[in-house]
């Protein structure tokens, strides 16, 4: 009887374990930049291409928090103070941000009723993205590898997406749509069992710890169970709620009206006769 008494403790100690189960993920991004700056024009030294692609590189690489629980989390880049604003430099580089993926983005994930809920803005405006989750359709492989202590196993999404390149030389604009085949390569670790991993990458039986669709890298450097000051995991509420489709056209939108503004002004003008030329 005494040992009946202690197994239907046990089980209930690790359901209710389960249910309180909690975690941090810690991930550093990094990303390939598709703009070029200064191409074919005069006055543009290769130091001044070499600067404008480090701080390019510098601004892509970043470190994101998923903070989860079984079933719902919460995606955000780590809060840091904010560094000194420099001067435009020599070479007249300035940064132009459409909104989307910023320091105060908060991305909410719930997996068992398949919806998110994504705080973000569009030149400086903020929007509340409410809709289904997207549904990958993951190719399971066999093959592993290890990622820090935890043995990963392969999965792939193929999708096929259409991209739109403008260029600006010289106050010319001509633009290229073409369609390419992107390949999404996961790798997903079985021994933390959700079915969650950064951004909106989902679906796998298993924690994603690594993201690579050939522009985007995301890593998980550290993972923390059951952390003793978890963080408390809410959907946020601020920003104008729109649907995901209601939102990319709203970023299209805004995106066409600045392309307007630079073929009018013909290209953004950085200072010595600089213009960029920018992809993806």
Request: charged share 30%.
């Amino acid at each position: 009887m005494k040992t009946i008494i202690t197994i239907i403790a046990l089980v209930f100690i690790t359901a209710l374990n389960a249910q309180n189960f909690t975690g941090k993920a810690i991930y550093k991004t990094s990303k390939k930049s598709d703009v070029k700056f200064g191409e074919g024009q005069e006055g543009i030294t290769d130091k001044m291409r070499e600067e404008f692609q480090k701080r390019l590189q510098k601004m892509n690489q970043k470190t994101f928090i998923l903070n989860f629980d079984k079933n719902t989390s919460i995606y955000k880049e780590e809060e840091k103070l904010e560094a000194p604003k420099t001067k435009v430099g020599s070479a007249g580089i300035k940064m132009i941000s459409l909104g989307g993926s910023g320091s105060a983005d908060i991305y909410y994930k719930n997996i068992k009723q398949k919806k998110f809920a994504n705080k973000t803005e569009i030149m400086g405006k903020a929007f509340l993205v409410k809709d289904k989750l997207k549904e990958y359709d993951w190719e399971l492989s066999s093959e592993t590898k290890n990622i820090g202590q935890y043995t990963c196993y392969k999965a792939t999404h193929t999708k096929e997406v259409e991209n739109k390149t403008i260029s600006m030389v010289n106050g010319k604009t001509k633009e290229n749509i073409t369609k390419e085949t992107v390949v999404t390569t996961a790798w997903y670790t079985t021994q933390v069992a959700i079915s969650n991993g950064p951004a909106d990458y989902q679906g796998l039986p298993g924690l994603i710890l690594e993201i690579n669709d050939g522009k985007n890298m995301i890593v998980c450097t550290e993972i923390i169970l059951n952390p003793e000051n978890a963080t408390e995991i809410k959907e946020p509420t601020k920003g104008k709620v729109v649907s995901l489709k209601k939102y990319k056209k709203i970023q299209k939108e805004k995106s066409d009206e600045l392309m307007e503004k630079m073929k009018s002004r013909k290209g953004i003008d950085l200072g010595n006769g600089i213009n960029i030329k920018m992809g993806g």
